[in-house]
Nanobody, 120 residues
């Protein structure tokens, strides 16, 4: 069984910064892709950023230049540094790990979500 624990959400003023962290625990042999998605009220869940085990990254156009994703393969941790936050970044942010290899096989897992609110 794989569990994801997210932290770092909260309320911040426009232009401010937040750092999200997600730790994957369990009998994990490897994780191919780690990432962050978000869902705003009334909208579909969307990709924010992903990072492969080799360090390749992909970002949504709306966050390029403002957000930075990073990971620690040894600790199965993924972080999202969010700078220059805008009100439109307000959403529930979800951690996702895909291509997870465990003793039971392969899988994909989601965190419970953490609220990020950007407001003055």
């Amino acid at each position: 069984q794989v569990q994801l624990v997210e932290s770092g959400g909260g309320l911040v003023q426009p232009g401010g910064s937040l750092r999200l962290s997600c730790v994957a625990s369990g009998s994990i042999f490897s994780v191919a892709v780690m990432g962050w998605y978000r869902q705003a009220p009334g909208k579909q869940r969307e990709l924010v950023a992903i990072i492969t085990s080799g360090g390749a990254t992909n970002y949504a156009d709306s966050v390029k230049g403002r957000f930075t994703i990073s990971r620690d393969n040894a600790k199965n941790t993924v972080n999202l540094q969010m700078n220059s936050l805008k009100p439109e970044d307000t959403a529930v942010y979800y951690c996702n790990v895909a291509g997870v290899r465990t003793a039971a096989g392969w899988g994909e897992y989601w965190g419970q979500g953490t609220q990020v609110t950007v407001s003055s």
